[in-house]
């Protein structure tokens, strides 16, 4: 069956207000000199928007003047590619204060492609004020590039938060993009779906603050009247404040599968369900899978709302879907435990 890829995550904003060409515009502190829109190269996204920067002292550097709000995680990311003598290099990443990036985190590439880097650091109790933030270019495993080096550098981003999203392009201001949801119905459910067996598997994160009383949805596969449902939700009182794997039939829970190995606070949580007819199991996080033979399986499905619930509006995932995964079969429960651990 064909394969689709789809793009789901939270609303940001990046605060770097020229994160397409990254160099003169930058109000913090600079140097080297810095060519935007090179034609020696195309950017990431296929255009001449990248910037050539040149080292003219054995000290380079790049960055942007900001304030930082304390107890708020960030996360800084960029495109780099080698130049002169940079093949295998590092670009150093910093976020005001210490600690920096360090190790493969901020490795240029050897081979002359692009690689997007990224660090996340979380400020302590007091805010950081006019702080700089960028870019420190270094050779490897430390030491400082020579006079004449080069390095390409485009999409720079700087976002609260603990993980990167998709580039947001400022070319003069910050920008904000909206949180990006997905239903699928119509020929492009019923294209992939099958009614008999199914195996989905996700992996997702939810933001820090989330009420604990809040309905966080991962994905809902539903028929028209919604009284028929496959659904993935967490941090939810109902259930216990865990990720919770639910199947209903005629509005009545004929499955149900909590997360007993981590709580709904973990990093990342993976969950693969699979159903066929009356035989249901999960895992979350590499736990052995639990069965359940109570009930029967609806076939009557006709869409798939991923980090929403697809009936109204509200009850958003209010968190990240890093994997959303679906197969038109029943995996194993060895199979399910192996795709989450």
Do not use: C
Request: proline fraction near 4%; glycine fraction near 10%; aromatic fraction near 10%.
């Amino acid at each position: 069956r064909e394969s689709k890829g789809l793009l789901v995550e939270e609303a940001r904003t990046n605060l770097f207000l020229y994160g397409t060409t990254p160099g003169d515009n930058w109000t913090g502190s600079k140097a080297g000199t810095f060519t935007e829109n090179t034609t020696e190269t195309t950017a990431p996204d296929g255009t001449f928007t990248a910037t050539k920067w040149t080292f003219t002292t054995t000290d380079p550097y790049l960055y942007q003047t900001t304030n930082l709000s304390a107890n708020t995680s960030y996360t800084i990311s960029m495109w780099v590619k080698a130049g002169t003598n940079m093949a295998g290099d590092r670009l150093q990443m910093r976020i005001g204060g210490a600690p920096y990036s360090s190790g493969d985190a901020e490795v240029i590439p050897a081979d002359g492609t692009w690689r997007r880097i990224s660090h996340t650091r979380t400020i302590g109790g007091s805010a950081e004020n006019s702080a700089s933030v960028g870019f420190e270019p270094q050779t490897s495993p430390s030491g400082n590039p020579a006079v004449g080096d080069v390095m390409y550098i485009w999409g720079a981003q700087l976002e609260v938060g603990g993980f990167i999203t998709s580039f947001i392009p400022t070319n003069g201001s910050t920008a904000t993009r909206g949180a990006d949801i997905v239903d699928i119905d119509g020929e492009d459910f019923t294209d992939f779906y099958n009614q008999s067996e199914s195996t989905i598997i996700s992996s997702h994160t939810l933001l820090t603050g989330v009420p604990n009383a809040e309905n966080v949805y991962v994905y809902q596969i539903q028929d028209a009247s919604t009284n028929n449902v496959i659904r993935v939700i967490d941090k939810n009182s109902s259930y216990s404040n865990v990720a919770t794997a639910l199947i209903l039939n005629s509005g009545s829970s004929v499955a149900h599968f909590n997360n007993t190995t981590d709580s709904f606070t973990k990093d990342k949580v993976l969950v693969a369900l699979s159903v066929k007819n009356n035989d249901f199991a999960a895992s979350h996080n590499g736990s052995t899978a639990e069965s359940d033979t109570s009930g029967t399986l609806a076939t009557n499905f006709n869409s798939l709302g991923i980090g929403r619930y697809p009936p109204s509006g509200g009850y958003e995932l209010n968190g990240h879907i890093q994997r959303f995964i679906y197969y038109p079969k029943q995996l194993s429960d060895s199979q399910l435990k192996t795709l989450t651990s």
